[in-house]
């Protein structure tokens, strides 16, 4: 019996039988892992148009978080204290 060489074993096949997958073929079995790693954000077109890159993005993104940062205080309002006076 002749030996595969290494450099056969590795390439790919023109087709592919689905006896050469013993365990089966699974559809979507990669998904949830995908989705989970994916950091992928789809802008409407709209949005595209005044950004001209991932960076001006990032930096209008970054400074309305740092403007929600310095403009939001707790309030007792916010924290449930004006229902205890009303009681």
Avoid: C, W
Avoid at 19 to 41: A, T, W
């Amino acid at each position: 019996m002749k030996k595969i060489s290494q450099k056969e074993k590795d390439e790919l096949r023109a087709e592919y039988k689905r006896s050469d997958f013993p365990e089966g073929l699974v559809r979507g079995k990669y998904v949830k892992r995908m989705r989970e790693s994916s950091n992928i954000v789809v802008l409407k077109p709209e949005v595209a148009d005044v950004f001209p890159n991932e960076e001006a993005v990032n930096r209008a993104l970054l400074s309305l978080i740092e403007l929600a940062h310095k403009t939001t205080r707790i309030t007792k309002r916010s924290i449930g204290g004006a229902k205890a006076v009303r009681r």
